[in-house]
């Protein structure tokens, strides 16, 4: 079947989100995808340059054309998958939400890479912040 459509979200949407997004566009080009912040502080703004950087040097995913955008209301009627980058995201996201789309909403890291035993993805951006 059609894969599912996914949005990322983070804070921000210049880190984490905009990470995830370029490496799921790149591993699954037939996916709709897109990243969002649950604030809109950055909306416009590219992807951080050290992001970028490390983006393109470990994945080699060009983050170039990101643009920082906050999460919207049909966001969340869009996509199958909202996919909270960390769980203050994710608690933000379940007050933005309406009611019957909220089994959309998950935890990025232990619903897909449990091994990593991490519950949260570091934000490199506000770490200690």
């Known amino acids: 079947g059609m894969a599912p459509s996914v949005i990322f979200v983070c804070l921000g949407n210049i880190n984490r989100s905009a990470v995830a997004e370029g490496l ?4 699954a080009p037939g996916t709709k995808v897109k990243s969002a912040g649950t604030g809109g502080h950055f909306a ?4 951080s340059a050290e992001m970028r950087a490390a983006a393109k040097a470990v994945a080699n995913v060009d983050l170039g054309g990101h643009r920082a955008k906050q999460v919207q209301a049909q966001d969340f009627e869009e996509f199958d998958l909202v996919l909270a980058m960390d769980s203050e995201n994710l608690s933000d996201l379940r007050g933005m939400c ?3 789309h909220q ?14 035993g991490m519950q949260d993805t570091p934000d490199p951006y506000f770490v200690g912040g």
Do not use: E, I, V
């Open 24 to 27: 799921l566009r790149k591993h």
């Open 44 to 47: 416009g703004h590219p992807a």
């Open 98 to 100: 309406p009611f019957h």
């Open 103 to 116: 089994s959309k909403l998950h935890l990025f890291l232990p619903t897909y890479a449990p091994q990593l």
